[in-house]
Structures are given as C-alpha cells and as structure tokens.
C-alpha cells in the first residue's frame, strides 16, 4: 500500500471512531450541531489527526466536563495525547510525509472542543500564537536574529576607545538592567497599544476618526528607543518613554470631550485590570523552557535567582543581575570587576561547549540531558537561571546573520544570546518569547542603554580583576556522554544568504506612479515583493556560473539528480506572512496569514509579456502609432487594474488578519474596473483566517518587519521557521535608515543536507545565494518594467 | 502690479498666480478647468513677445520635452500661441528647488543626509541621459532648476537652454557659471552630454561638501575658474568624505569632457559605491549617562532628511501669507545670504568664496592668451530675497546668466517666428502629476447664504465663490428644512459626486433621489438612490457612496470618506447624471423618499443637507 492510501486508512478509522462518540446524544447536546455539521468536524479531525481512538476517548472525556472553558493543564495533557496517537497510528515514513505537525494537532483539537461545546478561545487564554509557539517554535531554527550597529558607529564616530573590560562591562549591565525593568518595558508596549486602540474603538463614529485611527502609527515614529537628553539623571528608560508617551496622550486626547474622556480612562482602567499582569507574565523573560517531547514547558524565574551568562572562549560564566540577598540591582563597580577577571582568565584551559546540543532537536533534548554526566546536567540546571547570554567571542562581521549565530549560544531554553562582532552587535531571540517587531525594538533599545554605559565606564580608572572568580559552568563532556549525543537527531540543516541589491527608491517611485494613476491600486511595498516572490519561483533559471560549479561537481555527488531537481523545481508557493495583531490585543502577538498569488487565475506572467510586447511595438512603431497605441492602452488598463485587485485582496485579507475577525466583503465588489476572475478571488477571501489552517498550508515564510525610524541602527534580520519540516523558505526583510532594503534568506531545501553531507557546504550556499541575487534582481527588473508601463500614456504631438 | 493674465483663461487653463518671473519668461499657477488639476504655465514676457528669436527658443524648449516621458522630467500639457503670446502649459510640481533645499541645510551648518544626495543624483542622472539619448543637452543643469516635489519625485526642470545637437546653436555661452562645464564657459556650441555631467558633479560636490568648488562675486572670475584652476579636493572642505568619494568627485569634475564619467549612471553608481564604503556615516548623538554627564558631539550630515524638509515646506507654505517666488538665484547667492550661518560652519566650509578671488588675474590672462573675448555677462533676473524665490513650486524661468563669447552674429533666419500649434484632438496625458492644493494666503472665496427664489420652499444652500480651490474645503451653508437632522455632506465636481455620510449611523442609499433643477423650473435627469444600492444598501457612519464618470481622471475622492460603500460608473451622456455643469441648469435638488430637502448649487462643488 502506498503512503496516501496508509494516511488515508488512518484517518478513515480515527473518523469512524470518533463520528461514534460524536453522535451520542450527551456529545451533540453539548455540542449544538447538526449531524451533517458533527461528521463534517469529525472528518475534519481525523484528516489532520489521524490518531486511532485518542480523538474519540478525548472527545468522551471533554464531554464529562461541565465548564465550558478547560484548565490548561487539561489542553496540555489532550494534546500530548493526540500527539501520542498519531506516533502510535502511523509509522515513521507516513508521519513524516503527511503529518503536519503541531498546528494540525492543535488544529484538530480545537475542533474536539466545538464538538464537545467548549470554548476554544477561552481554553487558550494567552491566545492561539502563543500556545503554538510552545509546540512548534521550539528549535534552533525558530530563532530569529536582528543586528544593530549603533554602538561601535558611535564610539568610533566621537572617537571613543573602549577598553574590553568596558565593552563587555557595558553590555552586560545593560543585560542586568533590561532584567529589572522587563515588565516595565513590556508595561510601556501594552499601554502604547492598549491605550490607542480603545481610543480608536471609541472614536469611530466621530468626525474626526480617522485622525485617532492613525494614532498609535503617529506614535511609532516618534517613541523613543533610547534616554534623549531631556531625561532627567534619575529617569530610567521605561520611565522616560512612559512620560514621553504620557506628554503624547495628553496631546492626542485633548480635544475629546468630557464625557468621552471619562469613558477613556474607565475603559482603559478596566482593561489594565483585567489583562496587564497577565500580558506581562506571557512575554516575561525571565523564565527558562524546558523541553518535553511535543512542546516547551515556560518556568518562570524569581528575579533573585536571575542570572546573565557570559561567554568568552567558549567557557560560561553566570553574573547575578542582584546584589547579594536582595533584589538590589547589581553593582556596576562589581560586575565591571567580575568582568575583568573572566577577560584575563589564562587561555590554556578547554571547553567543550554547547554547540552540538544547540542544535539536537529539541523532543529528545529533555531524554538526553536527564543520561548525561551529573556534573553537565547540574552545570546546564544552573544555565538555566541566564535568560540572556553575551557571547564575547568575536565573530566575523561579514558572515550571513544565520552563520554568525552559529557559535556557543546555550542550548535553546533561554531567551535571547548576544553576539559581538566588533563592528555591530547581533540578537538571537527565540520565538517563544519575542516577535521580529519586539525583538528589533529591545535590540534598539539595548544598543542606547549599552552605548551610556560605555560612556559612563569610559571615566572610571582600569579595573583590577577581583580576586573571587565568577561563577564558571564546566561543560566537559565525558566518553559515556559523547557517546550519547552522537546520532541523535539534529534540526534541519540549511545554507544562508543575504543581499542589499533590491532597489527601494524604484518601488516607492513605482509606489506614487500608481497614485497618481488611480488610488485603487494600493500596493504596498510588501505587496510587490510578495507579488513577484511568486513570479520569481516559476521563472529562476539558475545563473550559468551557477551551473558550471555543478557540473563541475557533479561527478563528486551521489544524489546530484535530486540537487537538480530542486534547483529546477517550478512551484508557486502558499507564502505564509507574519502579521503584527498586537495593536489589537497585545497578547495575541502575531497573525501568520497565508497566501498564494494567484498566478494561473490571472495569467499574471501571460499578460505582463503582452503588456510589455505592446509597449516595445508602440514605441518602436514608425508612422501612425495609434494602433499601437490603442493595443498597448487596453493591455495596460486590465494589467493596472489586475495589480490593483490583486492589492485588495491582499489589503482585505491582512486586515482580516489583523483583526482577526469578520469582515463584509460586499463592498469591494463595487470597487470598479476589477476583473471578474478577482472578484470571483475576492468572494473566496474567508471572513476569518484560521490560523493553524494557514500555518498548516504555508511552505515558506515572507517576514518583513519594515522601515526602521531614521534614528535606528538596526541594519539585518533574519525571520524563523516553525518545526514543521515542510516550510522550506524562510525569507526576512528589513529597511535599514538609510533607506537601504536587506534581504535574508534561509534555505532548508532538500539539496542543503544532501550537499552538506558530500562535503560541499560551500556549493549549498551558492545556490541559495544564487536563488536571492535573482530574486533581487528579477524585482528590480519587474519594477522597471512596471514603471514603464505606468509611465507611458499617449504623447501630445505638437506640430513643428 | 496687476498683472493682466490673472484671471485669464487661455484654452482650457486659468491662470491664478505668478509663480515666478524671469528673464524672458514668466511661469504662472493654473489650472486646467475641465481636469481640474493644477497647471503651471508659461507664459514669453511681454517685453519679448515680438522677438523671433526668444519666440524660437521659447517653441523650442516646449518641442523638446514635449514629446518626452520621464519621470524626473517635467511634463508639457499643452502649447499654443496666441498671435505672439507664445505660452505653454506643463504639470505644477509642488515642492522645493534644490537649491532652497541646500540653503536650508547651510544655514543649520549641515549636510544633505547621503541617502537623499544619492537619490537626487541618481534622478538627474537619469533625466540627463534621457535627454542626451535624444540628442539634448540641457547646458543649464544648477540646483534651482531641479524641483524636489512633496512626493519625494525629483524633476529636472528648464530646457529653455537646451541644444539640440542636431542642430547645433548659435554660439551664445549661457549656463549659470557657478555650474557652468569649461568647455562650454569657451563657448555654448562646445557643450556636449559631458558638460551637464560636469554641472551633476558640481551639484554633488556643493551636496557633499556645503560649498560649490569655484565662487566669486564676479561670475566672470568663476567661469575663469572653472577653465583654469584645479579643482578644489573635495575632502579638503568636508574630512569626513573618504578617499573613493573624492576620486569620483575629482573625475566627475575633469576639464576634459574625455576623461569624465561618459553616462549620468555610470557617475552616480559610482558614487553610490562609493559613499557605500563609507559605512554608518550618520551621526549618533550619545545618550546622556547613568550618572547624567554631558556631551557634546559634533555633527556633520544632517538629522533631518529631504522629506523633512518638504514636509515643513507643507506646513510653512500653508500658514504662510505670501506665496514663495520660485526662482533663479544661483546657489553662490545663497552661500552669501547669512554670514551667521557662514560662520556656523566649518572654517573649510566658509572661506571658499574668496579663496580664489587673487586668480582671477591670472585666469583673464590665461583667456586673452587663448584668444576667447569676454564681452559680458548679464544678470537677467535674481531680484528679491532669494532664500524666498527658492520656496515654491514648478518650472523656473530663463537662465540667469548669460555669457555671450566670441562670434555672436545670429546664424539662420532670426525674423521668422515658429508656427506652434498643439492638435486640439490630441488626448492630454493622464498621467500627469496630481499635486497638493496649496492653500491660497488670502482667500478669496465667501459665502452667501440665500434662500433662492425659485418654485420650491426649500432654502438652498448657495455660494458665490469666486472660483479658487479654497471652494474645496469650504462649507457650504447647511439647509435647514431639518435642522436636527442627520447630516449628510454631497461633494462633487465635473467628473464625480459623492455621498458622504456624516450623520454618526447607517444610512439607507436607496431612500436618496436627485433631480436637476433646470433654469425654467423644470425637472431633468433623475437619479434613484436604488441605483447605488445594487450590492450594498446602506451607506456607513463616514463613509460614502459614489459615482464617477467613465474615464474621466478629476475625481474629487473626498479624504472624508473612509471608504466606499456603494460605487457606479455612469458615462457622461447617462440620463441620471444630475449634477455636471450644464448651462441649462443651475441647480439639482435632493429628495428622501421622495419628499425635497434641499437644494444645491452645481457651481458650489459642496452642499450638506440634513435629512428628517
């Protein structure tokens, strides 16, 4: 039997099981749906989770409770359950093939409750995104990494000289602090946004609405990521930002009037009660993941018992973020010394590090620790208590952000690792706890508060080293233990590039163009970069360079045929994009949305060659143009007018995203000119988005997390991935203040391992760097053409 | 002071407001009255009109561009000519002339920001290579010839000078000497695709360096300079620049056209590469330290971009009270302008002007032995404050200087003024500039309530504007048959008529009627809201439902609609279209079910009624 046909017998019985228990009366009673409805949902399940009875025991066991929302540990142990009963119903090549992965099971059991009459909502109460990071952003590969330069820009710019010592002492009492005000920080987040969106919910029938619906924008461009000179010498940075934000507000809500006003702050205050401390507690750092076989366990930590690491050749060492027995912020004085003796350490002692258990996926991790030596696992049991690590050992600037993660980085429970490249810092957080957009704003944020530490230290005398040692964690692995670790399963392995040759100023030029031609067609700049990432994958041809090294290596390579085939392979891809919810609701984080240009439906390729081959014919026509004229006018009009469809679905379907609601779709229908097959697209855009249905389909992910404010240093990102191997793509975008557009790209394509593993990292890299030049490249060219397709109207003669 | 063109309308264009005054030309603010769109036109001088050879020239600029599409050069609408008033009409830039631009930067004692020089540079580039793969070479490239509009597009302006080297020219040297290639300080016929290459690299060192390489108050001694002196090292008056930048400076700035950068591209991605090496060149101001010690940085490229400055140009030019001359004079004015801000600079910044002055000697002699014969310069325009003219919008007016060398007996036929006539058929292109409505210092528009005399009980919400594109924003009076009722505001112009709902709830589109009220008294062209509610029924708290007329490209597009939601597209000729000017009719009326509430005013644009 083939593998389908094993998937699909799995889930034929799971449905038959489960269609029993869902047809007994207690179950459709609760659940209020019809039958039809109730084998629907049932098929639904076992399509996705194909796990033999579990469903149908889970369902019988959810019925027997009266509330109709779950505790949590009750949805943990359902779902370790389900995960359970797919291992058990389908054999490894099936599960591997088919299986989904966690969204499905969470998917799946999401549809348990509605059988079951419960409320899926209320039984995940930080939200879905956050209950789906803990089961599927779980590896090394989920991490996201941003840099910012900022801090070595300035000290060379005002011709600063720091000493190491200081350069390390600066960050790391920067890592101290961020600890001890984190919830303020989070505070500042949830009250920016909190405060904005009840003020636009309550203005929306005013006149001036529109005004309070652009609020919280007007506020990004102004926030400040850093203490500016008005701050008083005992204003930290949460109280700096919070007052800055509160001189804003009071502006913004001046002209309400009284009885609104009020309504305001009550409606603010209620919220505040209700939700702040729980919002603080789900993004909180301090907290360490503890890994199980299908998902991550957050334990949170006592601020007392907090830690940072630091690392430098390759040994870690733990500094307490307190001072001795209280909740005291630690001393500068202290750290600094700490700080020179861990830098004048002899170099003759050994580490193993944690490099090789970084990577390990992580369902084993939690097995494997508990077999290691009991000195390790005690040493990986204290590591536990550093939430951010500093890596002082030096990595090379020129690297693609994804390699220059790949040095001793902990072994994946903490939060965040800081990188050093003596021109720039890098930021690796996990997705467990940061979103790109927060992730970006803490490194800014971290980068101003390091940068007044150096020139605070910059004035002190040479710091003597102390004579008690930090606190040094041995990792030396013994026999029994590398013994263990080797063979075990890693995380999916992938080749990186980056490139800087996209044009921004074009598009944006591009951007106006269609302005001024019609302000339906609303393409944003992501829009166009989605637009053509499409395109792009049904028309790259590898560069002939490209192809030379392959044949070149070709006799070297056992699976060549395979390399060839992905490199060749024609596939429009359902692109899953990020999308930022929290102005809505801070805690539901981020909306991944899905979405596959409609390339077929619209002949997009066809008609952009007809539109481009009448414009060449007009212009190169000699005579009585008009004809030409009129052929390239009316492919230009349906081309506009398919651009501008194709912006409105995509508007409509991230504001849907956004909200996370339903929307009426009526009214886009009337927006003329739309061609029928958009408005028979339009009419499928669903009222809401489900997002484990999405992350389910996505095969790759476009995170772009925009234009940073002129006063960023931030210069690259790099987006993650979830576990689910069949996300092959991972693509991040960033505009650095400058006006620079950077683009990441992580491949994780079948060819990575296979050229890994004859040896070839180096040709791995090429064809991805190849893959992005011509992504670069193409859009360049694809917006030139645009632009001349915009430009061109009919030429006024005037006779000479 | 009057100037009897105001108010005038030539074909489809009125003309509002002087923009700016020249030499031999005038440029004034219009608008096109069947697009509805704001125009610049240009209009030969009074004092020239009668002269073949400004005639020629002025017919040539317009036929040099006319038939061009670039987007960083300005678009010509429309040319005619009216016995011997020669005018042509383009697209009205709002925005900055760079050299305004520039000048603001000085006076703070700082830099354009390198993202802005690169972006500027690279749209002049691209408009001079468009023009010289025509054959054109603009001779009069300077920084109050490039328009940075609000909308971030950069537009080469003025082609007035431009020489069709197919056709060679007469000899006459114009150029404004502080731009002004060598080559062509000898003589005008010299100029080549290279010299305006040459006046970029003047541009983007003035951009990356505060200072223009070569200054004196004599435009005769800077001419001389750029024929005879060495180019001042770009790093000399700006350190912070690198090594790479400077060579592309000194290149770009070569005396033979031979050795400098062949394509505007060619100069500016090597440019781009260069500044590229100079990595993080904005500055970080430090923040204050924990323990609140001070510290003072030096600053070198501005903080505030091009679009900041536009932006505060926005808010300026709408709180102003009187309209910025846009204009001609050369940046070295500029430089002059404050000694204070001179001396905010730094020392290599601030004492270029006179460095040179000593050489002037030397240069003259260096001409006579050549055997070049100045015979004069003549400074056509430059009067008033020149930070003002700056300050302002669309194509400038004739070159500033000219420089007239050698033999200048007029070649060809100077009597015979050029027929120039557009095709009256011709379509306008659609894709011209749509601009901000500036905001006019002094209106004009006032409002008279009346209640009208007509047939019906209804007070009517009436205007008597005198038409300006104030009308826009301008309430008309409310009618008050419900005075307690629910407002709803009617936009519309020529080309489109909106409904907007500005009652606080939902409104039933399908109870609207309209009717045009003609001048006898009589009903015509009535329109059922039914029509508008073929997909949705209601209209939402501020959002609008709408009609706008097959191609048509005036549509009004109200920024106090949210949204639609109901839209039609009638043709003009439809029998519902109820509210387009129509000599036969003054008003429409506006029914809710069935009964009359108002009546409006079609020339008004505007009306609210209040519905029971």
């Known amino acids: 039997m083939d593998l389908q046909a094993t998937f699909t017998q799995a889930s034929i019985k799971t449905s038959q099981n489960l269609k029993t228990i869902a047809r007994e009366s207690a179950v459709r009673e609760l659940s209020q749906l019809s039958l039809p409805e109730i084998d629907a949902v049932a098929d639904l399940v076992a399509q996705v989770v194909p796990a033999g009875n579990v469903p149908g025991v889970i369902l019988s066991g959810l019925a027997r409770l009266p509330s109709r929302r779950l505790p949590l540990q009750n949805v943990q142990r359902d779902i370790n359950l389900l995960f359970r009963g797919v291992e058990q119903t389908l054999d490894k090549v099936v599960y591997g093939a088919f299986f989904a992965g966690p969204a499905a099971v969470i998917w799946g059991y999401q549809n348990l409750l509605k059988l079951a009459g419960k409320d899926p909502e209320e039984s995940f109460p930080e939200g879905t995104w956050q209950f789906y990071l803990d089961y599927a952003l779980r590896e090394d590969t989920a991490r996201h990494a941003n840099e910012t330069h900022g801090f070595d820009t300035a000290l060379k710019q005002h011709k600063i000289d720091l000493s190491l010592v200081d350069r390390a002492t600066a960050w790391a009492m920067t890592a101290i602090y961020t600890l001890h005000q984190y919830p303020r920080l989070l505070e500042n987040e949830w009250r920016e946004r909190i405060y904005t969106s009840i003020l636009q919910n309550l203005t929306t029938d005013l006149p001036d609405a529109a005004r309070y619906k652009r609020v919280y924008s007007e506020w990004e461009k102004q926030r400040p990521y850093g203490r500016g000179r008005d701050a008083t010498s005992v204003e930290d940075y949460p109280q700096y930002r919070r007052h800055k934000f509160d001189q804003f507000w009071a502006k913004i809500i001046e002209p309400l009037d009284g009885t609104l006003k009020h309504e305001l702050e009550q409606c603010i205050k209620v919220v505040e009660n209700e939700s702040l401390a729980d919002y603080q507690r789900q993004l909180s750092i301090l907290a360490y993941l503890e890994p199980t076989a299908y998902g991550e366990k957050r334990t949170p930590i006592r601020l007392e018992e907090v830690a940072i690491g630091v690392i430098y050749r390759g040994f870690y060492y733990l500094l307490p973020v307190c001072q001795a027995g209280t909740a005291q912020v630690a001393d500068v004085h202290h750290v600094r010394r700490h700080m020179a003796t861990i830098l004048s350490q002899p170099t003759n002692g050994t580490s193993d590090g944690l490099s090789y258990l970084a990577s390990i996926k992580r369902p084993v991790l939690g097995g494997l620790r508990s077999k290691l030596s009991k000195e390790f696992q005690q040493a990986l049991e204290t590591l536990r208590f550093a939430p951010i690590l500093i890596n002082l050992d030096r990595r090379p600037r020129n690297l693609p952000l994804s390699q220059v993660r790949q040095a001793e980085r902990g072994v994946g429970d903490h939060a965040l690792t800081i990188f050093d490249t003596g021109e720039t810092m890098v930021f690796d957080q996990s997705h467990i706890f940061f979103d790109g957009a927060w992730g970006s704003a803490l490194a800014e944020i971290m980068t101003n508060e390091a940068l007044s530490w150096a020139v605070y230290l910059l004035n002190l005398p040479p710091a003597q080293p102390k004579q008690t040692q930090p ?322 109207s009919r030429e006024t003669r005037i006779q000479r | 002071m009057n100037d009897p063109l105001i108010g005038r309308q030539v074909a489809n264009f009125r003309i509002e407001r002087v923009l700016g005054r020249g030499g031999m030309a005038q440029v004034y603010y219009g608008r096109d009255v069947k ?447 419900y005075p307690n009722g629910r407002r709803v505001v009617l936009l519309y112009n020529a080309d489109s008529f909106y409904i907007l709902n500005a009652s606080g709830g939902s409104l039933q589109v399908t109870s609207f009627g309209f009717e045009r009220i003609l001048n006898e008294g009589n009903f015509s062209n009535r329109f059922y809201g039914n029509q508008l509610a073929r997909f949705y029924p209601t209209i939402d708290s501020n959002y609008c439902a709408r009609m706008e007329i097959l191609q048509r490209t005036g549509y009004l597009r109200p920024s106090d609609c949210r949204g639609y939601n109901s839209s039609i597209t009638p043709q003009a000729q439809d029998s519902f279209v109820f509210w387009t000017p129509d000599p036969s009719s003054m008003q429409f009326r506006v029914l809710w079910n069935e009964e009359e509430i108002a009546r409006c005013e079609i020339s008004a644009e505007r009306c609210e009624v209040y519905l029971p």
């Open chain 2, 35 to 481: 697009l509805q769109r704001p125009v610049a036109v240009k209009v030969i001088d009074a004092s020239f009109r009668g002269n073949p050879a400004y005639a020629r020239r002025f017919v040539q600029e317009a036929r040099t561009i006319a038939t061009w599409r670039h987007e960083n050069i300005v678009q010509i609408y429309y040319a005619d000519n009216e016995g011997d008033f020669y005018y042509f009409v383009m697209e009205y830039i709002d925005g900055l002339d760079l050299a305004g631009l520039l000048a603001r930067y000085l006076r703070n004692g700082e830099l354009m920001p390198l993202e802005d020089v690169i972006r500027i540079g690279r749209a002049i580039a691209s408009a001079l290579d468009y023009a010289h793969q025509k054959g054109v070479v603009h001779r009069d490239v300077k920084p109050s010839n490039v328009m940075v509009a609000t909308d971030d597009r950069i537009v080469l302006m003025d082609f007035g000078l431009a020489l069709d080297s197919h056709q060679g020219t007469m000899g006459e040297v114009f150029g404004t000497p502080h731009y002004i290639a060598p080559e062509q300080a000898r003589n005008s016929s010299n100029a080549v695709p290279q010299s305006d290459l040459y006046s970029l690299g003047i541009i983007l060192y003035e951009m990356l360096t505060g200072t223009v390489p070569y200054d004196d108050p004599s435009p005769t001694a800077v001419a001389l300079q750029h024929l005879t002196l060495p180019l001042p090292p770009p790093r000399e008056r700006n350190p912070a620049l690198n090594v790479e930048t400077e060579a592309v400076l000194i290149k770009a700035l070569s005396k033979s056209p031979a050795e400098r950068y062949q394509k505007g591209y060619e100069l500016m991605d090597a440019l781009e590469k260069a500044l590229g090496t100079q990595s993080f060149a904005s500055p970080i101001e430090l923040p204050p330290l924990p323990a609140g010690m001070e510290f003072h940085p030096q600053t070198s490229l501005s903080q505030v971009s091009v679009a900041d400055w536009l932006a505060r140009h926005t808010q300026e030019t709408q709180t102003s009270t009187a309209y910025p001359i846009p204009g001609l004079p050369p940046t070295r004015r500029s430089l002059q302008t404050s000694e204070v801000s001179r001396q905010a600079l730094p020392p290599n910044m601030a004492s270029s002007s006179k460095k040179w002055g000593w050489l002037i000697g030397a240069g003259l002699a260096f001409v006579l032995i050549v055997g070049l014969v100045i015979t004069g310069f003549v400074l056509l325009s430059g009067d008033g404050d020149e930070e003002e003219q700056n300050v302002g919008a669309t194509a400038t007016v004739e070159a500033s200087i000219t420089v007239t060398i050698g033999d200048l007996a007029p070649q060809g036929n100077a009597t015979s003024i050029p027929t120039f006539t557009a095709s009256p058929t011709e379509e306008v292109s659609a894709v011209g500039i749509q601009t901000a409505a500036i905001s006019s210092p002094t209106p004009t528009a006032t409002l008279t309530a009346t209640a009208t005399s007509t047939n019906s009980p209804i007070p009517t919400a009436t205007t008597s504007l005198t038409p300006t594109i104030e009308q826009l924003s301008v309430s008309a009076v409310p009618t008050i048959k």
């Open chain 1, 471 to 792: 606190m040094s964690l041995p990792f030396h692995l013994t026999t029994a233990d590398r013994r263990l670790i080797e063979n075990q399963p890693h995380v999916m392995p992938e080749s990186n590039a980056e490139t800087d040759s996209i044009k921004l100023r074009p598009i944006l030029s591009l951007r106006n163009l269609f302005k001024q031609r019609s302000d339906l067609i609303q393409l944003t700049v992501n829009d166009l970069l989605i637009l053509y990432r499409a395109l792009h994958s049904m028309t790259y041809e590898p560069s002939s360079t490209l192809i030379g090294q392959l044949e070149e290596l070709s006799p070297r390579i056992r699976d060549m045929k395979r390399v060839l085939e992905v490199i060749n392979e024609r596939q429009n891809p359902v692109i899953l994009i990020p999308i930022d919810a929290s102005p809505r609701s801070p805690r539901d984080r981020l909306h991944p949305m899905t979405f596959e240009v409609p390339l077929a439906e619209l002949d997009f390729m066809g008609l952009h060659d007809e539109v481009i081959g009448a414009l060449n014919a007009y212009e190169s026509a000699t005579g009585d143009r008009a004809p030409y004229y009129q052929r390239f006018d009316d492919l230009q009009r349906q081309y506009l007018a398919m651009l501008a469809g194709f912006g409105e679905i995509l508007g409509r379907a991230k504001k849907i995203a956004i909200e996370g609601e339903s929307m009426s779709v009526g009214t886009i229908k009337l927006l003329a000119h739309i061609p029928t097959p958009l408005q028979r697209l339009l009419d499928e855009v669903p009222g809401r988005f489900d997002m484990l249905n999405d992350l389910i389909k996505g095969r790759e992910v476009f995170s772009n997390v925009g234009a940073v404010v002129k006063s960023s240093t931030l210069t690259r990102f790099i987006s993650a991935k979830d576990d689910n191997d069949k996300k092959l793509l991972v693509w991040g975008v960033i505009t650095d203040a400058n006006g620079v557009m950077r683009l990441s790209l992580r491949d994780f394509r079948a060819h990575v391992g296979i050229l890994q593993a004859a040896g070839c990292p180096e040709l791995a890299q090429r064809i991805t760097q190849d893959y992005l030049e011509s992504y670069a490249m193409g859009l360049n060219h694809y917006v030139d053409d645009l632009r001349r397709i915009t430009l061109t």
